[in-house]
């Protein structure tokens, strides 16, 4: 379990001119983003004896889905102005889990997909695309990100300590 993965990630793209210099485009996707090695491979003591950090093997990658919708206007052919709005969904994302033996003698930890994020902004930007001596651009974005978990952030082997964990979790 936990070895071979994978995933299929569509993604499109549209642009239609509106004049000769400008064009409104139109762009989705869905990306996946493998863990950083620690949470894939490796096994860590923590400062106390009884508690061990292990991989999680069978967690999925985190997944994005992506759109953008905006619109680009070219200036004297050097400069390029582009504004753009997006929503980002973000599931799947790997957070911390700690399973609780019965009598507290050890904690494992390891890493599960219990946590989101929503994602939403605008984008403006200038660029000056070509130049003898300068180009470069200028960029102002908004966004803002909600995120949260999903699922229990501890696992008790103590039945009572587990029933007490469903019950008031938010």
Known sequence: EGGYKLYWSPRLGVSHPVTSTSKIFFNYGHFFQPPVNDQLYAVKGQTSSNSALIPNLSANWPKTISYE??????????????????????????????????????????????????????????EKRVGRWWYGWMNFEYSVRSTGHTGLRYIYEDPQLA????????
């Open 163 to 170: 029933k007490q964990e469903r019950e008031t979790t938010n």
């Open 69 to 126: 919708v905006g619109i680009e206007k070219s200036f004297s052919r050097d400069y390029l102005l582009r504004f753009m709005g997006y929503y980002k969904d973000v599931s799947d994302q790997l957070s911390q889990q700690n399973i609780i033996s019965y009598n507290n003698i050890s904690d494992v930890g390891t890493t599960a997909n219990n946590s989101y994020a929503d994602i939403r902004g605008i984008e403006l930007r200038l």
